[in-house]
């Protein structure tokens, strides 16, 4: 993985850029901040235990042709983000209620050995409560509560739970003092991938190995990252971060990273909203605004360096242009990215470009482990608390009180 950050310095002064550099670094100094690493729950989890959770619960669980995991937001995003992109489709996700969504998604179930997987980490989150009653009533005539069902939740006196002890369903603790955005390097998104056979436990090693490269060895700039949004965000010019990928497997990690910002910086008035982009779809729709609209807009660009499936274009010199003859088609994509990228920065604007090393499943694991650092830190340099989403709660308990009165 490659950062190329310039296009962002040059942006900032750079005696300004120094100065704030100096106090990202004094987050970053675990010795004399250890407060602030306490309070990364998901840089201190006990990995021995949960290492033992996942085997045991892949041992419990085996052989199931599909499964269909319920679940919103962070209870599905980093599962999804990390099946995506290994192009995995044991696993059917089921993440909201609308009617027509629903029923197109339970038809589809065709296969009889199936796993359900139900997580909510508070126990009560709406729609999974309505979806647990849905496919049960559905797929009643093929469900073993206590063999066909895991329910992932926190071990308190919620609807979740009480469901799981009066019905016998298999249980398995949701870390507490994780947030669902900053679960998928948990049993959240862990123990789903290892269901669906992929490597959980090298998962976790390659997903702590990046981290620690980057807390101790600034690996891929991560202070100068975090610098640059800081003092993007702060002098409230740009509005909008815009993330765009040349990647069609990474859309679900894109969707990841939107909720991990938005949630984790959108406090106090702080923050940038963000915008996910997909190449090159998105050159065709929003490539215009992007380059003629306000200049209020800062970006990412993300290419992966080599393609493990790729098709080259047959020499046909009277059917395609000569340009496009034996070119193969991630070569073109990545083309159309870097032009993107050379275009947005001679017209001013501040672009990073990141370099996966491939399009499989590992590059992606390393960028969401550094996403998860750059936004958390950067959330302790607004001066913020990163981990919560008290605005978000309110409309939950309105929705709650709402239903409750209309009966």
């Not at 027509?100 to 050995?113: A, G, H, R």
């Not at 959108?266 to 090159?280: L, R």
């Not at 919560?388 to 409750?404: G, R, S």
Request: aromatic share 12%.
């Amino acid at each position: 993985m490659f950062f190329d950050i310039k296009n962002w310095k040059n942006k900032i002064e750079k005696k300004e850029f120094l100065k704030n550099k100096k106090e990202v670094l004094k987050i970053l100094d675990f010795k004399k901040n250890k407060k602030i690493l306490k309070e990364f729950y998901f840089l201190n989890q006990n990995t021995k235990l949960l290492k033992k959770k996942i085997l045991d619960i892949n041992e419990s669980f085996r052989g199931f042709k599909k499964i269909v995991l319920l679940g919103t937001g962070g209870s599905s995003l980093g599962s999804k983000a990390i099946l995506d992109a290994n192009s995995s489709n044991k696993i059917i996700f089921i993440e909201n209620i609308d009617p027509n969504y629903v029923l197109k998604k339970v038809k589809s179930i065709k296969e009889k050995n199936i796993l359900f997987i139900i997580i909510s980490k508070s126990g009560e989150t709406s729609e999974i409560i309505s979806l647990y009653q849905i496919i049960t009533s559905y797929f009643s005539y093929l469900i073993d509560f206590k063999k066909n069902i895991l329910i992932m939740t926190e071990e308190k006196s919620s609807t979740l739970y009480k469901i799981c002890k009066e019905k016998k369903i298999k249980f398995l603790e949701h870390n507490p003092k994780i947030g669902g955005r900053f679960s998928c390097f948990s049993e959240t998104a862990l123990v789903p991938a290892a269901l669906a056979g992929l490597n959980s436990l090298y998962i976790k090693n390659l997903s702590d190995r990046t981290i620690k490269a980057c807390l101790y060895s600034n690996e891929f700039f991560l202070a100068e990252n975090i610098t640059a949004l800081y003092t993007f965000i702060k002098k409230k010019k740009f509005t909008a971060h815009t993330v765009l990928v040349y990647q069609e497997s990474l859309n679900s990690l894109l969707m990841w990273y939107r909720q991990l910002w938005g949630e984790s910086l959108g406090k106090n008035g702080n923050g940038a909203h963000i915008i996910p982009a997909v190449g090159s779809i998105d050159q065709h729709s929003q490539l215009q605004m992007w380059l003629d609209g306000p200049d209020d807009l800062f970006y990412t660009i993300i290419l992966p360096k080599k393609r493990k499936i790729d098709y080259k274009l047959k020499n046909s010199k009277d059917l395609i242009p000569s340009y496009l003859n034996k070119k193969k088609l991630g070569d073109i994509l990545n083309t159309m990215g870097i032009a993107t990228y050379k275009t947005l920065v001679k017209a001013g604007k501040p672009v990073r470009l990141i370099y996966l090393d491939n399009d499989g499943l590992y590059p992606a694991v390393k960028l969401m482990s550094f996403f998860m650092l750059e936004v958390a830190f950067l959330g302790k340099r607004l001066g913020i608390n990163p981990f919560n989403q008290p605005a978000v709660e309110k409309v939950k308990l309105l929705t709650k009180k709402l239903l409750i009165k209309n009966g």
